[in-house]
């Protein structure tokens, strides 16, 4: 069982930054992918990004490649979603996931555990 717990959501203008955490509870962290994902108001959720177990290896959906980056640092047992230069459609609400299979995953049936989310809002 893994506890999922997101942080670092708020207000901010377009064009500024936030950071995201999500720190898991246990001592199995580094055996989990894990991923972003966010929910914007009347939309379904959207996959944004995941890394793999060691966090060598990334995938960031197109419309935050260059803009957002997911990192890892297994010994805190917390993955990042660092945002930049973000944007109104960026609004939305942002929650980490945890996979026990290996690989990339991008959907949301390939994750066996959620945190409840963090709110992020872009104003214009």
Known sequence: QVQLVE???GLVQA???LRLSCAASGRTFGMYVMGWFRQAPGKEREFVATASRSGASTYHIDSVKG???ISRDNA???VYLQ???LKPEDTAV???AASAAPG????EVEYDYWGQGTQVTVSA
């Open 15 to 17: 064009g500024g930054s």
């Open 104 to 107: 990339i995953h991008i959907r």
């Open 83 to 85: 945002m930049n230069s």
């Open 67 to 69: 803009r957002f980056t």
């Open 76 to 78: 805190k047992n917390t």
């Open 7 to 9: 942080s670092g959501g």
């Open 94 to 96: 942002y929650s980490c």
